[in-house]
């Protein structure tokens, strides 16, 4: 594992695909700029709309994500992470699909998301993911790459669920991605705490890039996509408008934590 810089997307997706794209190019673009070599964009960065639109358009909008990542990763030479879109499945569901894309265009981990987000909030916004979207049933890949160290791969809900991060930082993680579409009225108590406990529990960075502002109907999300440290430590932050958040990954400041606080060597329950 080497240094290097990583950075996260923050978009505003909409219900058009080309125009969505458009807007990731753009911030990829500006991220390799600024000189990351590991890219994420959010869940549902090619779309971010009407359920029934998404299933019925589905192979159309997994078709034209994977070529745009696996375009994007050669063009630039980077490891892009495209961190959520829709691939059919079975009984007119989709799964919601992560997919982690190396320099030479070739797929390294592929991901679809385990837990489903089916919550009534207090704020009147019901979210019934489970409606339209098949559930994984496998653990998260872990990409053990020479460069960038292990990455572990979740999209979202995912990250209250703890243990699913011990089993990536157990295959070998040192770099957890955590694309989201988080809520705006959860957002503002939990997700923050949230990627930092991921971080600070299994000694890894968190890298999670993030919707935000209005996309349709009445979904709003959060934003503030973040880089988290080791100790749990914000190193960026994308703050509530699209952009993006570059921070540094140091091998040595990961060694560091983990020979400071070896709380994975002390595990007594697996």
Not at 86 to 112: F, H
Not at 129 to 151: C, H, M, R, W
Not at 154 to 169: K, Q
């Amino acid at each position: 594992m080497k240094p290097y810089l990583a950075a996260v997307i923050q978009m505003t997706s909409l219900p058009d695909v080309d125009q969505n794209l458009a807007q990731a190019e753009e911030f990829i673009e500006l991220a390799v700029q600024r000189g990351a070599e590991l890219v994420g964009l959010p869940e549902n960065f090619p779309f971010l709309g009407d359920d029934g639109v998404k299933v019925a358009q589905a192979a159309a909008i997994a078709e034209k994500s994977e070529k745009f990542l696996h375009r994007m990763a050669q063009r630039f030479q980077i490891t892009l992470l495209g961190g959520g879109y829709p691939v059919p499945a079975t009984d007119n569901k989709v799964y919601n699909t992560a997919l982690l894309v190396g320099p030479n265009g070739e797929d390294l981990a592929r991901y679809q998301k385990v837990h489903l987000f089916d919550v009534d909030l207090p704020d009147g916004n019901i979210y019934h993911e489970s409606g339209t979207v098949l559930a994984g049933n496998q653990l998260p890949e872990v990409y053990l790459s020479k460069d960038f160290g292990g990455i572990g791969l979740s999209v979202c809900y995912d990250v209250r669920f703890p243990e699913l991060y011990r089993g990536l930082a157990q295959a070998g993680a040192m770099v957890l991605f955590v694309p989201a579409a988080f809520t705006a009225f959860t957002g503002k108590d939990h997700w923050q705490v949230l990627l930092q406990a991921r971080a600070i529990e299994n000694t890894c960075y968190v890298l999670a890039p993030a919707q935000t502002g209005e996309h349709y109907a009445r979904r709003q999300t959060h934003g503030h996509a973040l880089i988290v440290d080791p100790w749990g430590t914000i190193l960026a932050d994308a703050g509530d408008r699209p952009g993006v958040a570059v921070a540094a990954i140091e091998p040595t400041r990961l060694e560091q934590v983990r020979q400071q606080m070896p709380c994975l060597q002390h595990r007594v329950f697996c």
